[in-house]
């Protein structure tokens, strides 16, 4: 396992309320990111960081922000949330950036986000 | 722009049998391809990737991929299916240069059938 952490695994919420993923890792990895995963979408990269403060959008980042204030702790935020960020939510880490050089990026377990 | 295409939803083999799952790709230039592996309520685990070289690259629990480039094809393969190996699978690529992001297939849902 890649010493990833997510919290909660499993949340029902209300549509407008504000929601507040967390990802948490122990490999000191420099990069994470937070990815949706939706039926016949695969995987969509919501925003990535790059090191503490350091963030960056992705292809779907719309009503979605993040914040790392640490090293090991990477959080995504559903401002308000809606019907159509019901998805499973995943972090994963890499210590170089994914794209560069074929880096491997290793996934969390998962959060499993009901909006109704 | 790059792309990932899966082109079957659904792949049922016998156990025992040998299995491929398919991916071909679209990329500006040389690719860098990863296959990832998802148990049900799990997180994704990579399998193997293609970076340079050999064109047969070997992974985790007995797969292995064949880099095809004339055909722009990254397809999973493994001997001897094993029921175990029922998940669903993602292949990712990105390219050399340019884009940083990986994109990933929509899937395919492997069923080994004992």
């Known amino acids: 396992d890649a010493g990833i952490t997510q919290s909660p695994r499993h949340k029902v919420t209300e549509t407008g309320t504000p929601v507040t993923l967390r990802c948490h890792q122990t490999?000191?990895?420099?990069?994470m990111y937070w990815y949706r995963q939706d039926p016949g979408h695969g995987l969509r990269l919501i925003h990535y960081?790059?090191?503490?403060?350091?963030?960056d959008k992705g292809e779907v980042s719309d009503g979605y922000s993040v914040s790392r204030s640490k090293t090991e702790d990477f959080l995504l935020t559903l401002e308000s949330a809606t019907s159509s960020q019901t998805s499973v939510y995943f972090c994963?880490?890499?210590?170089?950036?994914?794209?560069?050089?074929?880096?491997?990026?290793?996934f969390g377990e998962g959060s499993w986000l009901t909006v109704v | 722009a790059q792309s990932v295409a899966q082109p079957e939803d659904q792949v049922n083999v016998a156990e025992g049998n040998p299995l491929t799952v398919k991916c071909t790709y679209s990329?500006?230039?040389?690719?860098?391809l990863f296959w990832y592996v998802q148990y049900p309520n799990r997180g994704l685990q990579f399998l193997l990737k293609y970076i340079t070289g050999d064109n047969l690259v070997k992974g985790s629990y007995g797969f292995e991929a064949e880099f095809n480039k004339s055909q722009t094809s990254f397809h999973l393969k493994k001997p001897s299916a094993l029921v175990s190996d029922s998940a669903l699978y993602f292949c990712a690529v990105r390219a050399q240069t340019g884009a940083n992001n990986l994109f990933f297939g929509t899937g395919t849902r492997l069923t080994v059938i004992p």
């Open positions: 490999e000191n990895h420099r990069y």
């Open positions: 990329v500006s230039g040389n690719p860098y």
């Open positions: 994963a880490i890499s210590e170089l950036w994914a794209g560069t050089s074929g880096n491997t990026i290793y």
């Open positions: 960081s790059y090191g503490v403060k350091d963030t």
